[in-house]
């Protein structure tokens, strides 16, 4: 580990207003086939026995349909001949894909790693069912790898961080197609501020229900194991975050249980000691979280935080991360304040968690 110190910080009016915008988005907020013996089972029975357990590997249908699913999906980049692995970029609650994306990883990506990017625009700006979001993800995953002919990384933030596991879970197919999965301040084990915030007699959209830290969907997706065999996975997250919380060691939400040598959960201040970061400047501007991405996608296996800092001695000191152009920057910040107060402002509040998927039951 790094005992260097950040003299340098995201600058002042950035961590002012994107921590304004975080407080607004705080405050606002089947029965199995019959099976014959052999000496009587036809062709037929064969084949959809067959058929039945394809079905299973897969998953089940989606809910949303595939037209849906398909508008909402775009790359920057052919997919067709891609010499590296591609990336999906997952955005966060409240967020759309361009405004999460467009201005930072859609540039240094390409630009630092030679990846073509993917995303996918969550329906209501991620405000909405996050099973349902899901969905969007496994389409999206399935896709790239079947026009790719690679493996899948997959680099979401907050509630885009934490979607990928529904989708592993529940898409088995999707564990054959993914090499990476890279949280930034990812929901995985959920937040009490939505546990505090949402109650029924004001309600709150969806999914802050579901990404309260003791809500159903969250209980759900960790009751089992919390990664699949075959797949690396890496969380970086910071310990001041005020949006996922708590946040902290040893038992940051943001964390994942698993096996070390494919799973490693990174605060930016084991890097960086008295760095500056808060959960809005985590998914769009952060040096230091940018740079464990960027490990985690260049090298086999999960991010090596030694590795990070040894790549680049003056983390530390950096103020944004590649791709951010700085005389812009004002105008991005604008956008993403104003698109978490239109996405609060707008989103339907119901009064109690949506029930789980059939399939998740």
């Known amino acids: 580990m790094s005992d260097m110190v950040s003299s340098a910080r995201v600058p002042g009016v950035l961590v002012a207003v994107l921590a304004l915008a975080a407080s607004l988005l705080t405050v606002l907020w089947s029965a199995s086939p019959a099976t014959a013996s052999p000496a009587t089972t036809s062709p037929a029975t064969a ?50 894909a361009d405004v999460n994306f467009d201005w930072n990883y859609e540039r240094a990506l390409p630009r630092r790693l030679g990846r073509v990017t993917c995303t996918v625009d969550l329906p209501g700006s991620g405000m909405l069912d996050v099973a349902d979001n899901a969905e969007y993800v496994t389409y999206a ?13 997959v680099v979401g933030y907050s509630q885009g961080g934490m979607l990928p596991r529904w989708s592993l879970t529940y898409w088995p197919d999707t564990r054959d197609r993914v090499d990476d999965v890279v949280g930034i301040d990812p929901s995985n084990h959920g937040t009490l501020d939505s546990q505090l915030i949402c109650q029924p007699l004001v309600g709150c959209p969806a999914a802050f229900w579901q990404q309260a830290s003791f809500s159903d969907f969250i209980t759900t997706l960790n009751a089992g194991r919390e990664t699949f065999p075959g797949i690396d996975y890496t969380v970086v997250y910071t310990i001041t975050d005020e ?8 038992v940051a939400s943001s964390e994942l249980r698993g096996p070390a040598d494919r799973v490693t959960n990174i ?14 400047s985590m998914g769009t501007t952060d040096p230091v979280g940018y740079a464990v991405v960027a490990d985690a996608l260049r090298f086999r296996g999960p ?54 998927p059939a399939y998740a039951r």
């Open 47 to 96: 084949t959809t026995a067959t058929t039945q357990a394809a079905r299973t590997a897969r998953g089940p249908a989606y809910s949303v349909p595939v037209s849906t699913l398909r508008e909402a999906f775009s790359c920057r980049g052919r997919l067709r001949g891609a010499d590296r692995q591609p990336v999906l970029l997952v955005h966060g609650t409240a967020f759309t």
């Open 303 to 356: 991010a090596d935080p030694d590795r990070v800092v040894s790549r680049d001695p003056r983390l530390c000191l950096r103020d944004v991360m590649p791709g951010v152009r700085r005389v812009q920057l004002p105008v991005n910040v604008l956008r993403v304040t104003e698109q978490i107060a239109s996405a609060v402002a707008l989103a339907p509040r119901v009064r109690r968690e949506p029930r789980l």
């Open 243 to 250: 949006v996922v919380t708590p946040n902290l060691p040893p």
């Open 141 to 153: 995953i399935r896709r790239m790898n079947r026009r790719s002919d690679r493996l899948v990384d």
């Open 267 to 280: 605060a930016v201040q084991q890097l960086c000691p008295v760095h500056v970061a808060e959960h809005l």
